[in-house]
């Protein structure tokens, strides 16, 4: 059955938004050529990406913060699979940063070929579906989620961007380049920003003095990234984003699903994400 409708197509069994991807832009990017020194933070849709696409440039750079403040995040660090990366590749330097939502089996071939090295940022299901009930609400591109209970099903059956969550979690955490992925969650993030940043230092050789590292977490906070227009989507023409109707920089808490679901939901979501990962070999981190 297809899950097409006005707003999405399918690529590979995925729902992707018509409005940011085409089927020229995700075949830009299964022929795209990886370099040996690019990095990509992959995500699913709502386990921040955004953050991501304000760290990495610090952390290759040192700290300096010209591009956070000259430069919007989705041209500063481009969506590999969005139609806005054929527009800027060429304006791109080394070691390039980019961000990718695929899952790791639609990786293109030259990604293989590298030593190109991922970041993989893994956040509580749970708070994802929260964070995407409210980001469907202000992107008219993507469609009416329905009610809270109805958007839980569609999550649970794959019905939405980027398809199923344990998929995507597993395609990554299964997958055979492992070292050269670092696996970060998002709740580390939140509790210690600055680890994080020195756990990034590390994977990406980059030798970060602890000024640096201080200075970095600083202007990537929830707060700075709030106040910062290259950052929190304000540029976005509000027809397609509406920061009025939810922010796109909403609460940037971790647990925010204990004022979301009822028991019953809690219950019935953990117990098919539990056995989904039981299945393919991986136990489920968060409670
Ligand atoms: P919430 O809706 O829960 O606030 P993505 O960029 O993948 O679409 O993810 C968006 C989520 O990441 C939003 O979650 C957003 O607030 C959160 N986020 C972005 N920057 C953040 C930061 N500096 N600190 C904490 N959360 C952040």
């Not at 590999?80 to 939502?101: F, W």
């Not at 990034?200 to 707060?223: G, P, R, W, Y």
Request: one cysteine or more; charged letters at 25%.
């Amino acid at each position: 059955m297809s899950l097409s409708n006005e707003f999405y197509w399918e690529y590979e069994g995925l729902l992707l938004p018509s409005e940011t991807h085409s089927s020229a832009s995700v075949k830009f990017a299964q022929e795209f050529h990886f370099k040996d020194d690019d990095v990509i933070a992959v995500t699913y849709p709502k386990s921040g990406t955004a953050w991501m696409q304000e760290i990495l440039p610090l952390v290759l750079n040192g700290g300096n913060l010209t591009p956070i403040q000259s430069t919007v995040n989705w041209d500063r660090v481009p969506w590999l699979e969005e139609t806005r990366l054929e527009k800027v590749v060429d304006k791109m330097t080394s070691p390039r940063a980019m961000v990718s939502h695929f899952p790791y089996n639609l990786m293109p071939s030259s990604f293989h070929n590298s030593k190109a090295k991922v970041i993989y940022v893994m956040r509580n299901p749970k708070d994802i579906l929260v964070s995407s009930f409210y980001f469907h609400q202000m992107a008219a591109f993507l469609e009416d989620p329905g009610t809270f209970d109805e958007f839980i099903d569609k999550f649970l059956e794959g019905r939405v961007l980027f398809g199923k969550w344990t998929d995507h979690v597993t395609s990554w955490k299964l997958a055979k380049t492992e070292d050269r992925i670092l696996f970060l969650t998002y709740e580390e993030m939140v509790q210690d920003l600055p680890a994080a940043i020195r756990r990034m230092s590390d994977f990406l050789c980059q030798n970060l003095s602890e000024d640096a590292v201080q200075k970095i977490a600083e202007h990537c906070t929830f707060k700075s990234m709030k106040a910062n227009p290259m950052s929190n989507f304000s540029l976005v023409p509000k027809q397609y984003m509406d920061n009025n109707k939810s922010p796109f920089l909403r609460k940037g808490i971790a647990g925010d699903w204990k004022n979301h679901f009822n028991s019953e939901q809690e219950a019935r979501f953990t117990s098919v994400i539990q056995k989904e990962l039981e299945a393919a070999g991986l136990s489920f981190p968060y409670n």
